[in-house]
């Protein structure tokens, strides 16, 4: 489900200058010059890093005068809109702007028009631009499991053009294609020197359609000497599929699940409190207790504070919408991780680790400690009442998160214990025992000290997942103090 904005009450048009609607003469201009105030005013009042960006700062324009002409410099909204957020490249590379907030909201509830499967690119050896694609995750229903897509598979160019680091975006982003597969030929030897990529005849064609995905993509219950364990492959934070998180935990419950695998390999992302509540069902024993710490820029974060600190804190829960959590008491988790592990996914990790033993296992995650809330241009930023003439919104970073212990800012990502990567010869069956990852988290499992193993990961050159517009996403919906509006107003 998407962040719609509560209610926030707020007594003026225009937050900080109270020019709410400077005149302009230009009809043509009328839209662009509203949807860069709307920019502007919700960069203004919610941006996390608003203290570091001059542009944003309170007192920035002298005058309605002032503030007109600086908008109209700006022809194109979303360059308004980058021109404030604060380093691109290295610290904010998250917040955006869209043109259609109804495919935005289609997306963070899991729907797009997509083909149904998911890929991970890599450099052809020998080759530094030369690519291949291998098959990670085919989606149950989907038009590529119509098709007959398999994960595992290798192909080596679509519709016959081989891909390379420069046709990437342009090939992968059609509508509609053919995938020409290959094989990974290795020569008979350990070496990846003499490997080379294999062109072969058949093709798979693929068209995108409408698609909402279930992100509880596999549960299993495997038996590990006379023990159970649970698995589940989770690939969304999605707070539609809350209640049925729930009930998966609840037949973990019911089969004496003792130990559990959480595969976040793939999930980059999504709702805080669905991150929370999943937290809460691997543990269940530390109901009340601090599972993160928001901070949020200089002006939101004193007014929380001002009202209540306990606004600045989020617990684990023991229930959903009034039932009862089926918590399992663990006091160990395995999580499976990749460079798409992000954001809501990097957050479980993160909060448990105060609490539990967290094993990670893969390779390192994405690096995404800050949540946004999507805008509207309305009174209030929220949903209801936007601007009939467009449908721009944005979705700026407005919050990072700590644990309990205080440790956010992991800008290179959470390191596991054991490093493993996927290997492009054997992606092996989700779910299947003999799947490397989830292998190399059973032998943990019944090895009372095993041994941690270290490789050179294999990572690939770009995934699928770099090509959704609205992915590595933590998404909050937080209700802001009312009296918020005073301390952010100023006078001109």
Same mark, same amino acid.
């Given at each position: 489900?998407?962040?719609?904005?509560?209610?926030?009450?707020?007594?003026? *048009?225009?937050?900080?200058?109270?020019?709410?609607?400077?005149?302009?003469?230009?009809?043509?201009?009328?839209? &662009?010059?509203?949807?860069?105030?709307?920019?502007?005013?919700?960069?203004?009042?919610?941006?996390?890093?608003?203290?570091?960006?001059?542009?944003?700062?309170?007192?920035?324009?002298? $005058?309605?005068?002032?503030?007109?002409?600086?908008?109209?410099?700006?022809?194109? +909204?979303?360059?308004?809109?980058?021109?404030?957020?604060?380093?691109?490249?290295?610290?904010?590379?998250?917040?955006?702007?869209?043109?259609?907030?109804?495919?935005?909201?289609?997306?963070? /509830?899991?729907?797009?028009?997509?083909?149904?499967?998911?890929?991970?690119?890599?450099?052809? +050896?020998?080759?530094? !631009?030369?690519?291949?694609?291998?098959?990670? *995750?085919?989606?149950?229903? $989907?038009?590529?499991?119509?098709?007959?897509?398999?994960?595992?598979?290798?192909?080596?160019?679509?519709?016959?053009?081989?891909?390379?680091? $420069?046709?990437?975006? !342009?090939?992968?982003?059609?509508?509609?294609?053919?995938?020409?597969?290959? $094989?990974?030929?290795?020569?008979? !030897?350990?070496?990846?020197?003499?490997?080379?990529?294999?062109?072969?005849?058949?093709?798979?064609? %693929?068209?995108?359609? +409408?698609?909402?995905?279930?992100?509880?993509?596999? &549960?299993?219950?495997?038996?590990?000497?006379?023990?159970?364990?649970?698995?589940?492959?989770?690939?969304?934070?999605?707070?539609?599929?809350?209640?049925?998180?729930?009930?998966?935990?609840?037949?973990?419950?019911?089969?004496?699940?003792?130990?559990?695998? %959480?595969?976040?390999?793939?999930?980059?992302?999504?709702?805080?409190?669905?991150?929370?509540?999943?937290?809460?069902?691997? &543990?269940?024993?530390?109901?009340?207790?601090?599972?993160?710490?928001?901070?949020?820029?200089?002006?939101?974060?004193?007014?929380?504070?001002?009202?209540?600190?306990?606004?600045?804190?989020?617990?684990?829960?023991?229930?959903?919408?009034?039932?009862?959590?089926?918590?399992?008491?663990?006091?160990?988790?395995?999580?499976?991780?990749?460079?798409?592990?992000?954001? #809501?996914?990097?957050?479980?990790?993160?909060?448990?680790?105060?609490?539990?033993?967290?094993?990670?296992?893969?390779?390192? &995650?994405?690096?995404?400690?800050?949540?946004?809330?999507?805008?509207? /241009?309305?009174?209030?930023?929220?949903?209801?009442?936007?601007?009939?003439?467009?449908?721009? #919104?944005?979705?700026?970073?407005?919050?990072?998160?700590?644990?309990?212990?205080?440790?956010?800012?992991?800008?290179?990502?959470?390191?596991?214990?054991?490093?493993?990567?996927?290997?492009?010869?054997?992606?092996?069956?989700?779910?299947?025992?003999?799947? +490397? %990852? *989830?292998?190399?988290?059973?032998?943990?499992?019944?090895?009372?000290?095993?041994?941690?193993?270290?490789?050179?990961?294999?990572?690939?050159?770009?995934?699928?997942?770099?090509?959704?517009?609205?992915?590595?996403?933590?998404?909050?919906?937080?209700?802001?103090?009312?009296?918020?509006?005073?301390?952010?107003?100023?006078?001109?």
């Amino acid at each position: 489900m998407i962040n719609k904005l509560k209610p926030i009450l707020i007594g003026i *048009l225009c937050i900080g200058i109270t020019f709410s609607c400077f005149e302009d003469g230009d009809d043509n201009g009328v839209f &662009t010059r509203d949807i860069n105030d709307f920019i502007w005013k919700g960069m203004n009042f919610w941006y996390l890093y608003k203290g570091d960006v001059p542009d944003l700062a309170n007192d920035r324009f002298s $005058s309605n005068e002032e503030y007109g002409d600086y908008l109209n410099l700006f022809s194109n +909204p979303p360059d308004l809109f980058e021109s404030l957020i604060y380093q691109r490249s290295t610290v904010d590379k998250y917040s955006i702007i869209v043109t259609d907030y109804i495919a935005l909201e289609q997306q963070l /509830d899991g729907c797009a028009i997509r083909s149904g499967f998911e890929v991970d690119f890599y450099t052809v +050896p020998g080759s530094s !631009t030369d690519l291949y694609g291998v098959v990670r *995750l085919v989606l149950s229903g $989907s038009n590529a499991e119509a098709a007959g897509l398999q994960r595992g598979q290798l192909f080596y160019g679509i519709n016959g053009t081989p891909l390379n680091t $420069s046709n990437l975006n !342009t090939l992968f982003s059609a509508d509609s294609y053919t995938m020409n597969l290959a $094989s990974y030929n290795n020569n008979g !030897t350990p070496e990846t020197t003499d490997d080379s990529i294999i062109q072969e005849t058949e093709t798979v064609s %693929l068209t995108k359609a +409408p698609y909402c995905e279930n992100p509880i993509f596999k &549960t299993e219950i495997l038996d590990v000497e006379g023990e159970n364990v649970g698995y589940l492959m989770y690939n969304g934070f999605i707070a539609d599929f809350n209640s049925q998180l729930n009930s998966v935990f609840a037949n973990f419950k019911a089969n004496n699940v003792q130990h559990l695998v %959480l595969d976040l390999r793939y999930n980059p992302g999504g709702r805080v409190d669905s991150s929370i509540l999943l937290a809460s069902l691997v &543990t269940g024993q530390f109901t009340g207790d601090v599972h993160s710490r928001e901070q949020w820029n200089s002006e939101i974060q004193e007014a929380f504070f001002n009202q209540n600190p306990e606004n600045l804190i989020n617990r684990f829960p023991n229930s959903l919408n009034g039932a009862p959590l089926n918590s399992l008491l663990l006091d160990k988790v395995y999580v499976l991780t990749t460079g798409d592990s992000a954001s #809501a996914s990097e957050m479980l990790v993160n909060a448990l680790n105060p609490y539990i033993n967290v094993v990670q296992i893969g390779t390192t &995650t994405e690096g995404k400690f800050q949540g946004s809330v999507t805008l509207y /241009d309305s009174e209030d930023f929220g949903r209801e009442g936007a601007n009939p003439n467009h449908t721009y #919104a944005m979705q700026p970073l407005v919050v990072k998160y700590a644990n309990a212990s205080g440790f956010t800012d992991f800008v290179s990502g959470l390191t596991p214990d054991i490093v493993l990567s996927e290997n492009p010869q054997n992606y092996g069956v989700l779910g299947d025992e003999n799947e +490397p %990852l *989830l292998a190399r988290a059973l032998l943990e499992i019944s090895m009372t000290n095993a041994p941690i193993l270290f490789s050179e990961p294999i990572l690939p050159y770009a995934t699928s997942n770099k090509f959704e517009q609205f992915s590595n996403e933590m998404i909050t919906d937080k209700e802001l103090p009312k009296d918020i509006i005073k301390r952010l107003k100023f006078n001109k």
